[in-house]
């Protein structure tokens, strides 16, 4: 299950940047930005890693046909990232991996999830990825978060040299998925709105030009709240940030200084950019955007604040092989998470009660999900009483449980 596409996208989009944003006719990108006190903060997530012994074998994502997660070195499996996630290697179709997630989410101030989302057509890993999507949304659901979906035009030229997809039906194909979100997700209560539509973001240029979005978003039976990459196309209401390699920090406050003129904007906040793909042999890595001790990550978040955005993104959750995860990892910890936790005390809701030790709450449940010997109704009640901020109770059930592991 290879999705070829994806280590190329950076360099996609760094071709396809321009300095000028633009946004056509009919839209409402003239208008002065909208002031929002109280941004929605959401996590870019990829729901693309298979992982033994949920499944069996490993998937390209931890392997880039060039690592081999069953080799070990002091416990410590060979993966396709400069970093390790602080559960190990998973799998996304786990639903206790998902519900540690998103309890992290929650716990750390995050409102919820914008997922990468490739389609519909059972091609490379595309049917596992929307398989992955449609468990990560029950769960999101089953948690109180929201979410909202990054569309990867990409997927266009895979299913064309595929021969899944005449070239001339590439904009009635993505009508039609958008559709099918229309149909099953843009909907529910869970599902991200902006002044009464849904978010949806498109992932780069490969598959439809500027003409043919604005075709696609005039097709539709009802108004989306669209955003591109990088610049505002037309049809779109603003465009949505993401890390460039080659320009780096300095990258933020130009985005902020473009976005102005567009109805509405999406800045990024990332703690970094380390690939791994020299190392894969996948293709040459990109240049570094450096940690610097967690000041990428506390720099680009305050931007991203000061911008008075009503949506902000962290990019990403979990994109280990470009190592811009703020996931708990065994180098990092939950340091960045423990920032969020403070600036939405700042920024969002200073009543905000969650504390450091307790990001630690999610981690041992999962851990005793994981031994398959405690009653799973037991182990959600404190899912409960997590997402409740009944931080102290939730504690105290999962001692009482650890005393009793054999």
């Known amino acids: 299950m290879i999705d070829s596409t994806r280590p190329h ?3 996609a989009v760094s071709l396809f940047f321009v300095m000028t944003a633009f946004c056509g006719a009919g839209t409402l990108a003239n208008q002065p930005a909208e002031v929002s006190t109280s941004p929605l903060v959401l996590a870019h997530y990829m729901p693309w890693y298979t992982a033994k012994p949920f499944r069996n074998q490993w998937g390209w994502h931890w392997t880039m ?3 081999d997660p069953e080799l070990q070195t002091d416990s410590r499996r060979e993966v396709a990232s400069k970093y390790y996630p602080l559960i190990g290697p998973y799998d996304s179709g786990d639903t206790d991996v998902l ?4 309890l ?3 716990v750390a101030g995050i409102d919820g999830v914008i997922v990468d989302w ?4 059972d091609l490379h890993d595309y049917k596992v990825l929307h398989d992955n999507t449609l468990r990560l949304v029950e769960q999101v659901e089953r948690l ?3 979410f909202a979906i990054c569309y990867e035009d990409q997927t266009l030229p895979a299913l064309i040299k595929a021969n ?3 070239p001339k039906d590439r904009v009635d194909h993505v009508v039609s998925e958008i559709e099918w979100m229309a149909s099953h997700w843009f909907t529910r209560n869970s599902y991200v709105q902006l002044e009464d539509r849904p978010v949806l973001l498109s992932f780069g240029n490969a598959g439809l030009t500027n003409p043919e979005w604005t075709q696609a978003i005039g097709k539709l039976k009802a108004p ?3 955003f591109s990459e990088h610049i505002c196309r037309d049809g779109a209401i603003g465009g949505f940030d993401w890390p460039i390699p080659k320009q780096g920090v300095e990258r933020t406050a130009r985005f902020g200084d473009i976005s102005r003129q567009w109805q509405s904007s999406i800045p990024v906040v990332f703690p970094r950019f380390v690939d791994i793909y020299s190392e894969a042999k996948v293709r040459d890595g990109y240049p570094p955007i450096e940690d610097n001790d967690g000041k990428t990550f506390q720099f680009s978040l305050q931007h991203a604040f000061a911008s008075k955005a009503p949506l902000i993104q962290i990019a990403t959750w979990n994109d280990w092989g470009e190592g811009t995860n703020i996931e708990p990892s065994e180098e990092f910890g939950y340091r960045d998470l423990e920032v969020l936790q403070q600036a939405r005390r700042q920024h969002i809701d200073a009543t905000f009660s969650a504390k450091a030790e307790d990001l630690r709450l999610p981690v041992a449940l999962f851990r005793l999900r994981q031994l398959k010997i405690h009653n799973q109704e037991h182990l959600s009640a404190i899912a409960k009483n997590i997402v409740a901020g009944r931080m102290t109770l939730a504690k105290r059930q999962i001692e009482f449980l650890e005393a009793k592991k054999p």
């Open 9 to 11: 996208r950076i360099l």
């Open 65 to 67: 046909n060039h690592f």
């Open 99 to 102: 519900e540690y997630h998103l």
């Open 104 to 106: 992290l989410m929650k």
């Open 118 to 121: 490739y389609g519909l057509t």
């Open 144 to 146: 109180g978060m929201k």
């Open 164 to 166: 899944r997809l005449d």
């Open 224 to 226: 989306v709240a669209y």
